[in-house]
């Protein structure tokens, strides 16, 4: 069967078979592997793409259903080389560890956002409820949420444009030749 849908915003259509779930085609028809896919069993939500705004879990929707709706993987999330607010979010609080479930969090994050754009720590919790993550402990996503929550506009306001951030600017001395002349070995 043929299915068109739109996903990240370019219209793709494709000749599938009916049974093809929508992770496994956005993977292995269209190869954006940023969704993962992990239980089957829409446990553990790392598939999780958005369509028409709203998380779903990929893993339990045909590709066939997704047929003439927007789908938004994480590749989606940058626009123009400049990142989401919710993927810098999660750079600058330590979002992720392993980073299997990110992308799902990712996603399920910007729908939050979307719906409401100053969510508290209650109402983040609830919207990554339906994702397992095994390493972070959620303190660090829901941080991670909350800093995309405050800066919507990403980091771009954090920094002036005459600021030079090159690592050099430490408040440690600078080490002399001297200090590290390693000619005395001590046993």
Same mark, same amino acid.
């Given at each position: 069967?043929?299915?068109?849908? *739109?996903?990240?915003?370019?219209?793709?259509?494709?000749?599938?078979?009916?049974?093809?779930?929508?992770?496994?085609?956005?993977?292995?028809?269209?190869?954006?592997? =940023?969704?993962?896919?992990?239980?089957?069993?829409?446990?553990?939500?790392?598939?999780?793409?958005?369509?028409?705004?709203?998380?779903?879990?990929?893993?339990?929707?045909?590709?066939?259903?997704?047929?003439? /709706?927007?789908?938004? *993987?994480?590749?989606?999330?940058?626009?123009?080389?400049?990142?989401?607010?919710?993927?810098? =979010?999660?750079?600058?609080? /330590? =979002?992720?560890?392993?980073?299997?479930?990110?992308?799902?969090?990712?996603?399920?994050?910007?729908?939050?956002?979307?719906?409401?754009? /100053?969510?508290? @720590?209650? @109402?983040?919790? @609830?919207?990554?409820?339906?994702?397992?993550?095994?390493?972070?402990?959620?303190?660090?996503?829901?941080?991670?949420?909350?800093?995309? #929550?405050?800066?919507?506009? =990403?980091? #771009? @306001?954090?920094?002036?444009?005459?600021?030079?951030?090159?690592?050099?600017? *430490?408040?440690?001395?600078?080490?002399?030749?001297?200090?590290?002349?390693?000619?005395?070995?001590?046993?």
């Amino acid at each position: 069967m043929q299915v068109s849908m *739109t996903v990240n915003g370019n219209d793709v259509t494709s000749e599938i078979e009916p049974r093809v779930l929508l992770v496994h085609y956005l993977r292995e028809v269209l190869g954006l592997t =940023g969704t993962h896919w992990g239980c089957d069993t829409t446990n553990c939500g790392t598939c999780v793409v958005l369509m028409d705004g709203q998380p779903v879990k990929s893993c339990t929707v045909l590709a066939a259903m997704a047929g003439g /709706h927007d789908i938004r *993987t994480v590749e989606g999330l940058a626009s123009g080389g400049t990142l989401d607010p919710v993927q810098q =979010g999660f750079m600058e609080e /330590h =979002g992720l560890q392993c980073g299997f479930c990110t992308p799902g969090m990712m996603l399920t994050a910007r729908a939050l956002l979307d719906r409401n754009p /100053h969510p508290d @720590e209650t @109402e983040i919790r @609830e919207a990554i409820s339906g994702q397992i993550c095994r390493c972070t402990g959620y303190a660090t996503i829901v941080r991670s949420v909350q800093w995309a #929550a405050a800066h919507p506009q =990403g980091g #771009a @306001e954090d920094t002036a444009p005459d600021e030079v951030l090159d690592g050099t600017d *430490t408040v440690l001395p600078d080490v002399t030749d001297a200090e590290t002349d390693n000619s005395e070995v001590r046993a």
